[in-house]
Structure formats: C-alpha cells, structure tokens
C-alpha cells in the first residue's frame, strides 16, 4: 500500500509518503512524463501502532508543481505538488463549522445542496427546574448529535481564535457566510456565532455557566429542523463557567479593533464568571442526570479551566487577583493539554504568544515544560513508521484530536525556537489527517481520493445528498471503544491505528466534532500561511 497526503504538498516544504511493500520499482513521474525521479527510501521499520513493517520514502527534492504518480510494488498513487495547497482546505474546514450552525436556516446562497430550515428555536428549561425557561438559541450542534455543550465551544473557539492570532495572514472574508463581506475576518464572524451562542448559556443572576443545552436523549438519524423534542438546559458547572471567563477574555483581545462594544460585553461576561468560581470555590464534577443521555463533558478537575481563565484575564486586565491565581496554578496543570478535558496548554498559549512582558521566570518555567512536551511528541513522531505523534494504546476515541493537538504543540513549538524539526514533525500529523496514515483515509470529508464518506453525522446521513456535509473531520482510529458494528466488522486482533471502518455507526470512531475540525483549522492555516508569501 502507497500512503501519502491526498491533498496535496507544498512546493517548498518536505514531502513524504509511506509504504508497506517492499519498495520495488519505486519512482515517481509527472503527469506530463516530463519528470522521472527515483525517491529516497528508508529501510523497513516496524510500525507499532499499525503492525505494519514500513519505509518512509521522501521526494521533497521535487518542488516544480503539477500532478505525480508514485509507482512502488505494482501500485500507484496520485499526488499533487502546488504553491498553496491547503487554501480551499482551509477554508473548507472553517465552512464545516458553519455547517454545524444551530438556530438559523443555512440558506441555499451560502449552503448549497446542504441547505436546510431552522432548527432548536424552543426556548430550554431547566432539568431538574422547570421553572427556569430561557433562551438559547444559535451556537454550533457539537457533533453529529444536536447538543450544545460550553466547555467544548470554549475550547473550539479558542483554537481557532489562537489560529488567527498566530497566523492572520490564512484567513480571509470570503468564506462565503452570511457574514462574509463586512469587513471583519469570516473566523471571527464564525466564532462569534458560537460565542454569542455561549452568552445566553451565562446565568444573569450570577455570572455561572449552564453545562449544556440538549434533548433528553440524542436524536434520532432525522435532519436538525425535524428534531421536535423539547431543550433542557443542564445545572451549572465550575468548568463550563471557567472556560466561558477563558474563552472570552480572549475574545475580548481579538475582537477589540474590530468591535469595541462586542469586545468590552465579553470582558464583562468574562469577569462576572470568575466572581462566581471566586464566590463558589467547592468544584462539583458534572455527571448527566438519571434518564438523560447527551454528551456528559465530565471532568474530574477544574485546575486547568481555572488556569487558563486566570491567564486569559490577566492578560486581558493585567489585574493581580489573575495573576496570582495563574501564579498559584501553574505548576499544578499539564501546560501541554488542549482538548475538552485538560485545557492547560491553552493558558501556556496565552503565557507564551499573548501576554505583553510577561515575567522571565514565569515564562521560562512555562515555555521549558512546554518544549519538553513538544519533545515528547518529537520523539514519538520519529518512532512511529508513519510518523504519527501517539503511542499505540492511546488510539481512543477521538484520537485524530490528539494527534492534531500534539500538531498544534509542535508548530507553537517551531515559532519558540524556529527549529525546522518541529515544523517538520507536525507536518507529518497533517499528513497523517489527510491521508498518510494506516487506514488509507483522508479523515476530512470532500478532501482526498479516499477521503471518509459515511460520518456519523445526522445531517449527512439525512439530508438525502449522496456525499457528506464537506470539511468535517472524523475522530478516527479507536482501539478503546468499539461500537456494535466495530465489534462485528473488525477483528479483535486489529491493530490500534487500524481500529477504525468508514461506517455511519461508529459514534466511538467516525463522528466529526468541532473541536476536531478546530485543531485542523489551526493545523491547515499554519501550513497554507507557510505559502502566503
Ligand atoms: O469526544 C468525546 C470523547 O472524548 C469521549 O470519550 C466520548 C464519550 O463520553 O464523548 C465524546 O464526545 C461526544 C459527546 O459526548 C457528544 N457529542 C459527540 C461527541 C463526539 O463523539
Ligand atoms: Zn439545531
């Protein structure tokens, strides 16, 4: 089998694919036969987490664009050689949030065949309450499923607002949303959708968060518009109301130039947040209620939340109320973390990119263990025949996000230091999305000759189009919890990175999330920003 990123490579950057034959006849040749290029190989090398024995082969000495084959064993793959591949894929990722919009029609203008009616506009009532009714109505459907949940849309929005920080140059106003068009960047137009969304999920007595807006049950496999059950609103929790005060500090920094008034209502909310954890200091970890079953976000810690709220905070007033409780914190969190549980890493980006002269021990105490966790991914990286930063028992549910998590560490990691080794290690965690990888998928719909079509997404599956809703990204590989039809599909003896089929039942390895399609937006406009020149 020939692996390799379906998407294309850049002209100027390394350019690897993976093979598990025995690499004969190996060359690569230009669609137009006017190049003809034996590549660099690697010896044959055991890959754990696959059970493949692999060699690397590498052509980054090709760097003319335009359409290759790479023959080896027999067999032949298609790549694409340009000066900006990952654009359209950039954009497409971004478009995939739209796509997950709650409480408005997507309107054939700006949708095309995915277009549909308006969705969830009842107002939610409490669940254990049902006196409290309140309105909730826009965000993004976390998911395949229709819920809405804070802490995983703090954590999304983060992404992707630390990706237009990082690297503004990769994001345009032409997207091609409703909002396109006025002057302000569509990455912020999209998030603000969700973070307008997180403002109605604030309690107005007190500041605190409600957990989440959801059914009692999932959906059925029925379009968002057809979903008649009534909304519940979840009690308050320590950790969504930490990374809502998180999240919106720093929305509060970025949408400044462009919004003073927008901007100054967040720092508002944000604060009042915090005085509620100030006021509220016994951390209660949420469970779902009995008889319920939307995504339960649980958590057994608050520190990080916590944390990363004081960073944000700090850096957006520069008060010491934050700056102690940062100070307190810091070495009791993993400053390397960025998925929906264990938020530490995005305080770290605050600390390292965001904060104006922070202070030298500090920083170097945060940006050392920092480092030390992109070593550990570095490491992995080159340990593993695909280049993949996971060990092989850690391929579990949504493992794509860890992967590209460890991307996010890596790249932060090269504009620390500028060494090329880091940029290169997260080069292979994209290719790895779009690809070069030991299932052979690209795990973002619409993208690659083999991309995955039958996520486990209701609006694709119901939506009655033959290919899914584009731009979404699969959680991937999961040796940890099978779903009945892995069970039955796969044999038990699979291998970790093989543990996955393109089926819609596989909640446990084949939905999308948006805090998936997060990481991939931040990872795509890195790589599409290296060529903006
Ligand atoms: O991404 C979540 C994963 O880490 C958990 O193991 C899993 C089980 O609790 O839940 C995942 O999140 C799902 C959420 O609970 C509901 N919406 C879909 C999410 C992605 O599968
Ligand atoms: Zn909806």
Redesign the pocket.
């Known amino acids: 089998m020939i692996h390799l990123n379906q998407t294309g490579y850049c002209e100027d950057m390394p350019k690897k694919a993976i093979i598990t034959g025995k690499g004969e006849c190996c060359f690569i040749v230009s669609s137009d036969n006017d190049i003809v290029f034996e590549p660099r190989m690697t010896e044959p090398f055991f890959d754990e987490a696959s059970g493949d024995t692999v060699r690397v082969v590498d052509f980054s000495d090709i760097k003319k664009t335009g359409v290759y084959f790479l023959f080896a064993d027999g067999l032949s793959k298609r790549f694409l050689i340009s000066r900006r591949p990952y654009r359209s894929l950039s954009s497409a990722l971004l478009k995939g949030m739209y796509y997950q919009r709650c409480g408005c029609a997507l309107e054939e203008k700006h949708a095309g065949v995915y277009h549909r009616s308006i969705c969830h506009t009842g107002k939610a009532a409490l669940e254990h309450d049902n006196s409290v009714v309140i309105d909730v109505t826009g965000g993004w459907h976390?998911?395949?499923?229709y819920?809405r949940?804070v802490v995983?849309a703090a954590v999304t929005v983060s992404h992707m607002l630390y990706a237009y920080e990082l690297f503004p140059k990769a994001f345009e106003d032409q997207l091609n949303i409703p909002e396109s068009g006025n002057g302000v960047p569509d990455i912020l137009n999209e998030c603000r959708y969700e973070i307008e969304w997180m403002m109605k999920m604030q309690r107005r007595e007190d500041g605190a968060l409600y957990h989440k807006a959801a059914t009692r049950f999932f959906a059925p496999f029925v379009m968002p518009e057809d979903d008649r059950e009534d909304l519940l609103l979840f009690r308050v929790t320590h950790t969504s109301t930490a990374a809502f005060a998180a999240s919106l500090a720093q929305a509060y920094r970025v949408y400044k130039p462009f919004d003073k008034m927008f901007s100054d209502r967040m720092l508002a909310a944000s604060v009042r947040a915090w005085e509620w954890l100030e006021k509220n200091p016994v951390f209660e970890p949420f469970v779902n209620p009995p008889n319920t079953s939307?995504?339960?976000?649980g958590d057994d810690n608050c520190d990080d939340e916590i944390f990363w709220a004081s960073c944000e905070l700090f850096c957006a007033t520069n008060e010491d109320r934050y700056r102690n409780s940062m100070c307190l914190l810091a070495d009791k969190v993993d400053v390397s973390k960025l998925?929906?549980?264990d938020v530490g890493g995005l305080g770290a980006l605050c600390c390292l990119f965001a904060l104006k002269n922070p202070e030298k021990v500090f920083f170097d105490n945060i940006s050392g263990r920092f480092l030390s966790a992109a070593d550990k991914s570095l490491e992995k990286h080159q340990k593993s025949g695909y280049g993949t930063a996971l060990d092989a028992d850690k391929y579990?549910?949504?493992s794509t996000?860890i992967i590209l998590n460890n991307a996010i560490i890596l790249i932060c990691a090269k504009l620390l230091t500028g060494e090329e080794k880091y940029q290169n290690a997260a080069q292979a965690q994209f290719d790895y999305l779009l690809g070069m990888n030991a299932t052979g998928y690209s795990f973002v719909t619409g993208f690659g000759e083999n991309a995955f079509r039958f996520p486990?997404h209701r609006p694709s599956y119901a939506d009655g189009v033959d290919d899914p809703v584009p731009g979404l990204v699969s959680?991937g590989p999961n040796k940890k919890?099978p779903d009945p039809v892995c069970r039955k599909l796969l044999p038990p003896e699979t291998p970790p990175a093989k543990s996955y089929i393109d089926h819609t039942w596989t909640?446990?390895a084949n939905?999308n999330?948006i805090?998936w399609n997060s990481p991939a937006i931040f990872t795509a406009a890195y790589f599409d920003s290296l060529s903006v020149k």
């Open positions: 976390d998911a395949g499923d819920g949940y995983p939307s995504g339960p976000y998925g929906w549980r579990m549910w949504g996000m486990h959680g919890f909640a446990s939905e999330a805090y």
